[in-house]
């Protein structure tokens, strides 16, 4: 039949072939036309009308050349699967670093805008709330938060502005329900829309890390599922699933083709379970059986995934009811010749599998085993004597919407008398169940006898020659369809997995790109804004430093002069002390010397009061520096904790006898001076004691030493008398003048001004300090807030450059192996 597509034009076998497999192969650059006989439709078109057969071809070329055809389909498809298996190695890469990424950066999903219900709404607002905290959330007091946030907009639209940019950058991925819906439609295996009953759940109340892990194991899934592909296209094996009504003679056409007696065959239905039969080569040469409980655990390497039966005994395990085995694993050796092999060819190998006849109970087993991808070809046996039975079109009608195309044997057709009626009902039958198949009906229908192949072992008797038609028709059958079966699949899933990938890098690179640009024009926007905070903080601290210390200086400053100057005049303390009398001079003293302590120790307590007036006035004007850069803030430190303790220290003076005599008894007038100045007193007339005792030192000269001894005696009883009396009576003036005295020599002496003025001064530098601290620490926040947002966008801007780079290489990848991809032809195959 190959004859057909040949030598139309006497075109020579090579410039066949290599005119075929570059079409074949999927350069399309070529001309299409690689049969020479027109254009490529024709060829492909079922109805067409069959060529007439050139009368020079004889039985033998066709033979020939149709091994030569099955070379260079063999060749063509090795082509096309390594060529695509590269792709498919390629396409999972790149989707395994697209999980790589998504980890790292969360790829972009455009979520719906217009709400379809109320969750979304409220989603959309939570968001934005939780947006809008973040700055809520810092640790400082609330009051602060609140004038942060105001005054940020002061500083040059930090925060407030930044989340509402934020909330706007956010928003441009939210799209309007029509460009989101055209986005996903896009979308093929990579679309998050999930079916949640009988409606389809959109992704847009999930959260972006749902969304995140949702579109990670959808990778995973399409990664999986390349595996899964990529095995099949690198096995070169096909698998032929041999189904139809019970006892039409499957297993008889299984062994027909094995050319053995392998499965059981019986008058009665016996086929119980399905039974694959492989090529020994595969199990290490060995011929058995092996028994399968579970299909998918099934490991040949793993003895405890299977029950090993000799062949000899399958008939037992195969006719068993109710058997445990869900599948036999037969592995059997084809003895002929490698390229007569069905099971080991060297072109493709293939794997039988007999399935228990249908009826209503197997019917929905075998209609799934047959729509498993790995089934490259179905072949329906039905008998000639009873045609389809109900289930059997049943089966087949379904079977024709999955695969199109159905390999028939009509079998037992030597039981049939008139065998023209029964190929014209049989066809007819096929006609309405399978058009696709009776189209083709010639090399896909087969009227033969399973029964009458010779299965003795060393036969050379040779097959009747309607089945070995068939056999050849299935051959190429198989070799045609896994094309279909293996390549197209792989090709279509690559062409939607691509597609998708273009189409969600297209839509990140976009996204990051706005991204970058908003980064960046919030980044300028604020650098002014910055800066001024920086330039703020710097001087804010010197000014705090300056107005502190200034005012700690004063203080110390004035509370020494104030101290010097009290002490100066500690006098005035004791002005207004009554004198109780010279008995009670002793208590006088002591009164003395405690109103000059107590009036130092008030004008210390005085002083202690207006530095807390000044310290306070000084905080003031600190906290008012803070509010005009930071906005208003509550004062933490209070004066009033001020001088809690008492830490003045009170001048004791000792009060000492001599502190009522106020004589010095080394000045040589002394005594003689008091002494008059007593008589003067007595005398009623007081003059200055020294211009008497002068006076009479001038008159002791004038007259002579020996008159001064003659009258001295008595002058200086007078003296005496007179030195008592002024001592009494001066006794209050001078304890006041002594007490004084020593009050101020040991004020001096204890360094009680300097100590109280620094004393003073520290306390009031510590209140300052913590004033000063707390608004350093206040500003530097701000300015680490600020720095961290400039971070974070300058990081945002980092990230979104680097998205930008990484999926600009994805779309070159996805683009370059999507035409690769697409060169790879799988529509068209050659019919052998
Ligand atoms: N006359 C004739 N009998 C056949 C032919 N092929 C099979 N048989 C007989 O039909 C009966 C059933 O054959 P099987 O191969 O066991 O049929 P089956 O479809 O595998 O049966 P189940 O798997 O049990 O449904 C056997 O007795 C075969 O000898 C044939 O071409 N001509």
């Known amino acids: 039949m190959a004859a057909q597509y040949l030598g139309a034009k006497g075109s020579s076998a090579s410039s066949f072939t290599q005119q075929k497999i570059r079409h074949l192969s999927g350069d399309q650059t070529s001309t299409p036309d690689y049969f020479g006989v027109g254009k490529r439709s024709e060829i492909w078109n079922p109805h067409r009308e069959q060529p007439a ?9 066709n033979v020939q050349q149709h091994r030569l055809n099955v070379q260079q389909e063999q060749q063509i498809f090795a082509d096309k699967s390594t060529r695509l298996l590269e792709l498919l190695t390629k396409t999972s890469s790149v ?10 950066h969360m790829v972009y999903y455009p979520k719906i805008a217009a709400a379809t219900n109320g969750t979304d709404h409220v989603s959309l607002q939570r968001q934005a709330l ?8 810092l640790p400082v007091e609330p009051e602060l938060k609140r004038h942060m946030l105001k005054r940020s907009n002061s500083l040059g639209g930090t925060e407030v502005e930044q989340t509402h940019a934020q909330n706007a950058s956010d928003n441009h991925r939210i799209l309007t329900s029509d460009v989101a819906n055209a986005f996903r439609s896009k979308l093929n295996v990579l679309n998050l829309d999930v079916k949640v009953g009988h409606q389809m759940a959109n992704v847009n109340s999930l959260a972006q890390e749902s969304i995140t892990a949702l579109l990670e194991e959808r990778l995973a899934q399409s990664i999986a599922h390349i595996e899964k592909i990529h095995k099949r296209v690198a096995d070169t094996s096909s698998k032929v699933l041999v189904t139809g009504d019970l006892n039409a003679g499957k297993s008889t056409f299984v062994n027909a083709l094995l ?30 059986a092996h028994a399968v409980r579970d299909v998918a655990a099934y490991n040949r390497t793993d003895p405890s995934t299977y029950d090993v039966i000799e062949l000899r005994h399958l008939y037992k395990t195969v006719i068993e009811e109710d058997t445990p085995y869900k599948m036999l694993k037969v592995y059997t050796t084809d003895r002929r010749q490698t390229e007569e092999s069905l099971l080991h060819n060297g072109v493709v190998d293939i794997a039988l599998i007999d399935s228990p006849g249908l009826n209503t ?3 929905k087993t075998t209609a799934v085993f047959a729509r498993q991808e790995e089934i490259d070809v179905v072949v329906f046996v039905v008998s000639a004597e009873n045609h389809f039975t109900l289930s059997g079109k049943e089966f087949l009608w379904n079977a024709a919407n999955e695969k199109a195309h159905i390999f028939i044997v009509v079998n037992r057709f030597d039981s049939i008398r008139d065998k023209e009626r029964c190929k014209r009902l049989i066809l007819e039958q096929i006609r309405q169940l399978s ?15 399973a029964g009458s192949v010779d299965l003795e072992e060393g036969s050379h008797k040779l097959d009747p020659e309607e089945f070995a038609r068939l056999e050849e028709r299935l051959r190429a059958f198989v070799l045609e369809n896994r094309v279909k079966s293996k390549l197209s699949p792989a090709k279509n899933y690559l062409l939607n997995v691509l597609s998708d990938l273009h189409v969600l890098s297209e839509s990140n690179h976009e996204e990051a790109n706005k ?34 210390e200034d005012s700690v200086r004063g203080l110390q400053t004035l509370a020494n002069t104030r101290l010097d100057t009290a002490v100066e005049q500690i006098e005035s303390a004791i002005s207004n002390l009554e004198y109780p009398g010279l008995f009670l001079i002793w208590q006088y003293a002591q009164d003395v010397a405690d109103s000059m302590a107590h009036s130092l120790q008030k004008e210390v307590k005085a002083l202690e009061a207006y530095a807390k007036d000044k310290t306070h006035e000084t905080i003031g004007q600190i906290h008012e520096l803070g509010t005009t850069e930071i906005g208003e803030y ?11 303790k008492s830490r003045d220290r009170r001048i004791f003076v000792e009060i000492e006898a001599t502190d009522f005599f106020d004589i010095d008894f080394n000045d040589k007038f002394s005594v003689l001076s008091v002494s008059l100045g007593a008589a003067t007193m007595v005398g009623g007339r007081v003059m200055g004691v020294k211009n008497v005792v002068s006076s009479i030192w001038n008159v002791s000269n004038v007259v002579g030493v020996t008159n001064v001894r003659r009258w001295m005696v008595p002058v200086m009883g007078f003296a005496g008398v007179g030195l008592v009396v002024y001592v009494v009576s001066d006794m209050r003036h001078a304890v006041e003048r002594k007490l004084a005295r020593k009050f101020k020599a040991a004020v001096k002496d204890s360094n009680h001004n300097e100590g109280q003025s620094y004393r003073i001064a520290r306390a009031s530098r510590k209140t300052l300090r913590v004033e000063g601290w707390e608004l350093q620490t206040r500003f530097q926040k701000a300015v680490d807030q600020k720095e961290k947002m400039r971070s974070d966008m300058v990081k945002k801007a980092q990230m979104s450059e680097e998205a930008m780079k990484y999926f600009s290489n994805v779309i070159t990848t996805a683009t370059e192996v999507r035409s690769k991809v697409e060169a790879v032809n799988t529509q068209e195959v050659c019919k052998l």
């Open 53 to 61: 057969k050139s009368p020079a071809t004889t039985g033998a070329t």
């Open 361 to 363: 109970d197997s019917i």
């Open 130 to 137: 939780e947006r809008s905290q973040t700055l809520i959330n």
């Open 259 to 288: 050319k053995r007696e392998i499965l059981p065959s019986d008058q009665q239905p016996c086929t119980s379970t399905f039974c694959e039969v492989l090529d020994a080569t595969i199990n290490d040469g060995v011929e058995q």
């Open 634 to 644: 509550s004062q933490i430190v209070d004066v009033d904790s001020m001088f809690l």
């Open 515 to 548: 991204d970058l640009q908003h980064a960046s024009s919030e980044l300028e926007a604020d650098k002014p804004a910055y800066e001024r905070l920086l330039a703020a903080r710097d001087h804010i601290f010197d000014q705090i430093e300056r107005i502190a």
């Open 95 to 104: 989707i395994s670093d697209l999980r790589e990424f998504n980890g790292r």
């Open 435 to 449: 058009p696709a198949t009776y189209a083709d009906a010639d090399d896909l229908v087969h009227f033969v006898s």
